[in-house]
């Protein structure tokens, strides 16, 4: 029985005589492995979604494609690279829609440096500053 190096789970094999159900013992499990850091900020990212009411389930349109989902993780480090926090954003994939077929248009703001010196001036001469 070795141990996959990524997720330092065991790798067992298992003979057609015994269960697919195993214990192992608990020198196996990492209690410090990233994942499992990173799963708690999931959790802690889905509690946060769910106390704030930021989504409700619906029934699936029939010829609609759904936006899926992605987590990113993130590793907040001090000033000496120790690790502070271990962060998860749960992400839409919108880049994966067509123009006219999932939406009919999107726009960004976008604010030019000209545009904001005469907002300003203007304020300025208002005596709104």
Same mark, same amino acid.
């Given at each position: 029985? +070795?141990?996959?190096?990524?997720?330092?789970? /065991?790798?067992?094999?298992?003979?057609?005589?015994?269960?697919?159900?195993?214990?192992?013992?608990?020198?196996?499990?990492?209690?410090?492995?990233?994942?499992?850091?990173?799963?708690?900020?999931?959790?802690?990212?889905?509690?946060?979604?769910? #106390?704030?009411?930021?989504?409700?389930?619906?029934?699936? /349109?029939?010829?609609?494609?759904?936006?899926?989902?992605?987590?990113?993780?993130?590793?907040?480090?001090?000033?000496? +690279?120790?690790?502070?926090?271990?962060?998860?954003?749960?992400?839409?994939?919108?880049? #994966?829609?067509?123009?006219?077929?999932?939406?009919?248009?999107?726009?960004?703001?976008?604010? #030019?440096?000209?545009?904001?010196?005469?907002?300003?001036?203007?304020?300025?001469?208002?005596?709104?500053?």
């Amino acid at each position: 029985m +070795g141990n996959d190096l990524l997720l330092g789970v /065991p790798i067992t094999e298992v003979a057609s005589g015994q269960s697919s159900s195993m214990t192992f013992p608990q020198s196996n499990v990492q209690p410090n492995h990233p994942m499992t850091h990173h799963n708690n900020a999931m959790q802690e990212e889905l509690y946060e979604f769910e #106390r704030l009411e930021v989504w409700e389930l619906v029934p699936r /349109p029939d010829k609609v494609m759904v936006i899926t989902l992605k987590w990113i993780y993130k590793v907040k480090l001090d000033e000496l +690279g120790g690790i502070l926090k271990n962060k998860a954003r749960l992400v839409a994939r919108g880049y #994966r829609q067509d123009e006219g077929i999932d939406f009919e248009e999107s726009f960004a703001s976008i604010a #030019r440096l000209e545009a904001i010196q005469i907002f300003l001036a203007y304020d300025a001469h208002k005596n709104m500053v």
